[in-house]
């Protein structure tokens, strides 16, 4: 660890002393044409001089270097050509020195020659050491977007999901490994491993690094991921080092994934997505994680259609949901419903998800026939006669979603019958004998709305 420091420490001299090669060398060329320019006989001493010093400095900067890439603080294949680079530049700077001692002795086009590639050096030199720090877009961040274009590769950092059923998704292997692949496996990965932690699959990741686990599973603060790429950045324990950062989106995924076991396998409908992580999972995945309402999900033959016909013929209106989608839709207008209407139905009744009987006049005991009506997702029993009776008959209705009891005659009595309904998201009581505030504390968080409304007198 003291080594480690000390080399540390060392490198970070690197970005002081890499301008005095660029600098003499610079000088020295300068120094030359100036010369050639006025045409004066003897070449000045200081040629080789700035030369030689420019030398001298390349290689303390190059050593300077070589401690700051061990520290492990670059991507291994960004580094590489700008330390051999720069390594080389130690010689044929000392070259130079050599053949602007005796300048006569050697032709004018080498001479120049020589210069010229002084200069193409240094600036692919700089240019690659001014990428390892500031990140490969620097230059060209701010230019004109033609120019921009030109040089960057916009890496597409959307990402492409094999689907967007969040049954099927694989939490890890399709949220959380592409963002360690992206932007730790460069220093983590099977051939360079950084703090001995290599990222690139379950098993290795399950190691750890030096410090032990990194990922504590359900416990974010234990875990040394998590806390790495959280830290301030200007930290030196910030991962990534690079300026390829992770974006607050990918951090909130891998919060939850960790918050959630730090499992494997898990799918992500097998994981609980709290309302913070809902809408990431949207934008980033296109992962929509709120639950599908029963009528998309359940799977019926379609019902036949000399069937569909005689309902219409007592007088109901009927609509499959769509294309694809064999449930009905059912409705009555009218005053004159009767039992035997309604015993009609009793061959769609596992089809039959909405069923509106707005303004009839249905009676509290012809609701006791609903309870077959398996799939009913949506009943609307507004303006009408119905009472507390006959919302007793309703507990059956396992995938009732929204019941719309507006203006018709049930009372506080109700509450009890819709809280126990399981699936019950909506259910509209206004004008009601229902009092606001009792209606009010049945609500749940995340499960029961009621519409009421507050000054409404019956
Ligand atoms: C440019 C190289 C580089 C990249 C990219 C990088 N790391 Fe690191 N990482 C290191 C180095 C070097 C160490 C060892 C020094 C230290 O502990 O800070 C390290 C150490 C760690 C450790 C501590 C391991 C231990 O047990 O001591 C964790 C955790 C970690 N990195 C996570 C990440 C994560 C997560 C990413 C991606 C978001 C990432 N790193 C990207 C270079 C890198």
């Known amino acids: 660890m003291i080594a480690l420091e000390f080399t540390t420490f060392i490198g970070r001299f690197h970005p002081l002393f890499v301008h005095l090669p660029i600098g003499f060398i610079i000088l020295a060329i300068l120094l030359e044409g100036w010369e050639s320019f006025k045409k004066k006989g003897n070449p000045s001493r200081l040629i080789p001089i700035a030369w030689f010093i420019g ?55 080498l001479q120049h ?28 961040e701010f230019a004109p977007e033609p120019i921009r274009n030109l040089f960057t590769s916009q890496k597409d950092s959307v990402f ?49 690094g030096d410090g032990g686990d990194v990922i504590v599973p359900g416990n974010l603060e234990d875990s040394e991921l998590f ?64 639950p599908r309402p029963w009528y998309e999900k359940v799977q019926v033959a379609p019902l036949d259609s000399t069937q569909i016909a005689l309902l219409m013929q007592q007088g109901f209106s009927v609509k499959t949901l769509g294309a694809n989608n064999p449930l009905l839709d059912v409705g009555y207008k009218g005053t004159d419903l009767s039992p035997e209407k309604l015993v009609a139905l009793e061959p769609a009744k596992e089809h039959i998800t ?16 609903l309870s077959g009506f398996v799939n009913l997702t949506r009943l609307e029993l ?20 929204v019941l719309n009891l507006y203006a018709s005659q049930v009372s506080d009595a109700c509450l009890p019958i819709l809280q126990e309904l399981p699936a019950l998201k909506r259910a509209y009581l206004s004008r009601t004998k229902v ?24």
């Open 354 to 369: 909405w069923f509106s009987l707005t303004g009839t006049n249905i009676k509290d005991e012809w609701l006791s026939g």
């Open 435 to 458: 009092t606001f505030d009792k209606a009010k504390a049945i609500e749940d968080e995340d499960g029961l709305t009621i519409i009421i409304a507050e000054n409404v007198k019956n």
């Open 382 to 401: 507004d303006k009408t006669s119905i009472s507390d009776l006959g919302i007793a008959h309703l507990n059956d209705l396992s995938h009732l979603e």
């Open 113 to 140: 020659g020589f210069n010229i590639l002084l200069i193409v050096l240094l600036s692919v030199e700089g240019h690659k050491g001014g990428n390892l720090t500031h990140g490969e877009t620097y230059l060209t």
């Open 227 to 290: 806390r790495r790429i959280t830290l301030p950045q200007k930290n030196v324990k910030f991962m990534p080092p690079t300026s390829n950062v992770l974006t607050y989106d990918e951090i909130k995924t891998i919060a939850w994934w960790i918050e959630q076991g730090a499992l494997f396998e898990s799918r992500v409908s097998e994981l609980e997505v709290d309302k913070n992580l809902k809408p990431v999972l949207l934008r980033r995945y296109g992962l929509n994680t709120t």
């Open 55 to 109: 030398g001298l400095a390349s290689f303390v900067a190059a050593l300077c270097g070589w401690f700051l890439g061990e520290t492990g603080l670059y991507i291994e294949e960004q580094l590489f050509l700008h330390r051999w680079l720069g390594i080389a530049l130690v010689p044929i700077a000392f070259i130079g020195w050599w053949i602007k001692r005796a300048p006569e002795q050697y032709p004018k086009q």
């Open 160 to 208: 492409n999901l094999r689907s967007n059923n969040p049954d099927s998704v694989i939490v890890y292997t399709e949220l959380i490994q592409p963002i360690f692949q992206a932007k730790c496996v460069s220093c983590h990965g099977n051939e360079v491993k950084r703090g001995a932690l290599n990222m690139s699959h379950p098993d290795s990741l399950s190691l750890g």
